[in-house]
């Protein structure tokens, strides 16, 4: 009995050595490592123990002595961040759990638990108009990501592969890698000259530009006259958030502006559109105007190269005379926004909402190399984004492109785009808020 009493004393202190000096093999973690020097490794947890830790950086598997490590921290999954974050927060704090949500979205693109937190916003705040607002650009997100996954793997639209020669829209002179230094621009490129445009938008136009992608989520400065939303009840009665009495329409009437524009969206009520006014930009647009001083206006719109008398495939406006510096953005904003070219097949839009890397308002900043859609030779041009996709002007062009809506609405505006390739076809949807 004794000695039966002594063998399980020992199988267990066996087992519990055994525990402790073999590794502890985890499941895909991703941690961060901070150095004693100070270097920070990132990488997949293949396993630790008492003395090391064993990290898989770029398929490599490195091991990492504990005495080395200064910090040591699991980067935890959006699931796991949002039952830590909504653990701290009470039921009844509206604001930390409506940021929790608008974190969720923006920032962890986690569609599936935004929409699960605010459902319970809803059903425990259901005066708040920010919450429904938002739920309904969530769902509507998430519908966009099921149309996407449930396409044919065959189609060749989102397709990248690696770049041969470009064509045909914008082609390369098969002699030009030859004589490129006493060619002409005019020599390197297929496309006619385009004739300078006369006109830009008009500022009804850019008005409505506006409305389109404005983040009502972001509550701007809108204004719509009464008699404007007087006809719009009127005429849009029995659709979804029309007030139906005259409580409910005056109650419509004292709303914010952003609170009046959601509902117009909500019923489609496109030729009410145009009668509201968004103060100011837009936030997608005081980005953009960042890019265009610094990327646009000085690497593609200057009087040398899209913005002058020799432009071809698409034309750029730089400073004229007669337009407002507002003009000049929007417009430029609308050409590019229109452009697109193809190659082997595949289009290649200058803002690709969808996959804002294929952009080829991206692709023509890179090094040709590094591009699979690169800008047809021009002499003397170098690459903007001389670090590739490390290149901070190439981030902000990213980020920026993937703030916009999408997909890209029509704004319904009657402008002849001075380009010579075929325009981008927008689709025929009301907005949709937003598409961070």
Not at 39 to 65: D, H, M
Request: glycine letters at 4%.
């Amino acid at each position: 009995m004794r000695q039966c009493h002594l063998l399980c004393r020992l199988n267990l202190v066996l087992t519990l050595g055994l525990l402790w000096v073999v590794p502890h093999v985890v499941s895909a973690v991703e941690v961060e490592l901070t150095l004693k020097n100070d270097t920070v490794i990132t990488g997949e947890l293949v396993s630790k123990n008492s003395q090391n830790v064993i990290v898989k950086v770029a398929g490599l598997e490195t091991r990492y002595s504990l005495s080395n490590i200064k910090k040591y921290h699991e980067i935890l999954t959006p699931a796991q961040e949002y039952k830590k974050k909504r653990g701290e927060l009470k039921d009844d704090d509206l604001e930390g759990r409506y940021k929790l949500a608008s974190w969720l979205y923006q920032e962890k693109k986690a569609y599936d638990l935004t929409e699960k937190e605010l459902v319970s916003l809803n059903k425990d705040f259901p005066s708040d108009q920010r919450v429904p607002l938002l739920l309904r650009i969530v769902r509507s997100k998430r519908t966009l990501q099921a149309d996407d996954s449930s396409k044919s793997p065959n189609t060749t639209v989102r397709k990248v592969t690696p770049v041969t020669t470009v064509t045909p829209k914008i082609t390369q002179n098969a002699t030009s890698n030859k004589t490129g230094n006493s060619q002409s621009n005019q020599q390197q490129y297929s496309n006619a000259l385009i004739p300078v445009p006369q006109e830009a938008l008009t500022d009804e136009q850019i008005d409505l530009i506006k409305v389109y992608e404005v983040n009502l989520n972001q509550r701007p400065r809108v204004m719509i006259k009464r008699t404007d939303l007087e006809d719009f009840v009127k005429s849009n009665l029995g659709k979804e958030g029309v007030p139906e009495n005259r409580r409910e329409k005056d109650r419509f009437l004292r709303m914010e502006g952003y609170e009046q524009l959601a509902v117009i969206f909500r019923a489609k009520a496109r030729d009410f559109y145009s009668k509201a006014r968004v103060l100011g930009d837009p936030e997608v647009f005081k980005d953009f105007k960042v890019i265009h001083r610094t990327y646009i206006l000085n690497r593609c719109a200057t009087t040398d190269c899209h913005g002058g008398t020799e432009a071809r495939g698409l034309f750029l406006f730089n400073r004229r005379p007669g337009l407002s510096p507002d003009q000049i953005v929007y417009t430029n904003f609308y050409i590019l926004n229109s452009y697109g070219a193809t190659k082997a097949g595949t289009r290649y839009d200058m803002i690709d909402r969808a996959d804002p890397q294929r952009s080829l308002l991206l692709q023509f900043g890179m090094n040709p190399e590094d591009s699979v859609f690169p800008h047809p030779p021009v002499r003397g041009m170098q690459a903007a984004f001389t670090r590739g996709q490390e290149d901070r002007q190439y981030q902000m062009v990213r980020d920026w492109i993937q703030s916009l809506y999408s997909p890209a609405p029509d704004y319904g505006i009657d402008y002849r785009v001075p380009i010579s390739a075929t325009p981008a076809s927008a689709t025929d949807a009301a907005p949709v808020m937003p598409a961070n």
